[in-house]
């Protein structure tokens, strides 16, 4: 199974851009869903997820400002409105089962003017 994450780039503050995770398969048993990222020199963070109970959280960083959603077990989106330059990073989405991790190869946004 492979994930991959579209829908990156560059944008100036304030902007938005929306980014998409796309499975290659239909993943059965998924537990979780959810995107982070990772800003130079700093560790990879959660920005938002489904928990198994379906129910979408985020981090306090983005709350107000991102959405996240999907439409089945192979897709999953991240809506980013307010773009604020902090959130420059490597976006990078996962999904899980009981056995395995899958992950994918990112995609960068910068917001920058």
């Known amino acids: 199974v492979q994930l991959v994450e579209s829908g990156g780039g560059l944008v100036q503050p304030g902007g938005s851009l929306r980014l998409s995770c796309a499975a290659s398969?239909?993943?059965?048993?998924?537990?979780?869903m959810g995107w982070y990222r990772q800003a130079p020199g700093k560790e990879r963070e959660l920005v938002a997820t489904?928990?198994?109970?379906?129910?979408p959280n985020y981090a306090d960083s983005v709350k107000g400002r991102f959405t996240i959603s999907r439409n089945n077990a192979k897709d999953m989106y991240l809506q980013m409105n307010s773009l604020k330059p902090e959130d420059t990073a490597v976006y990078y989405c996962?999904?899980?089962?009981?056995?395995?991790?899958?992950w994918g190869q990112g995609t960068q946004v910068t917001v920058s003017s």
């Open positions: 996962q999904f899980r089962t009981s056995f395995n991790i899958y």
């Open positions: 489904f928990s198994s109970g379906g129910m």
């Open positions: 398969e239909i993943i059965f048993g998924i537990v979780f």
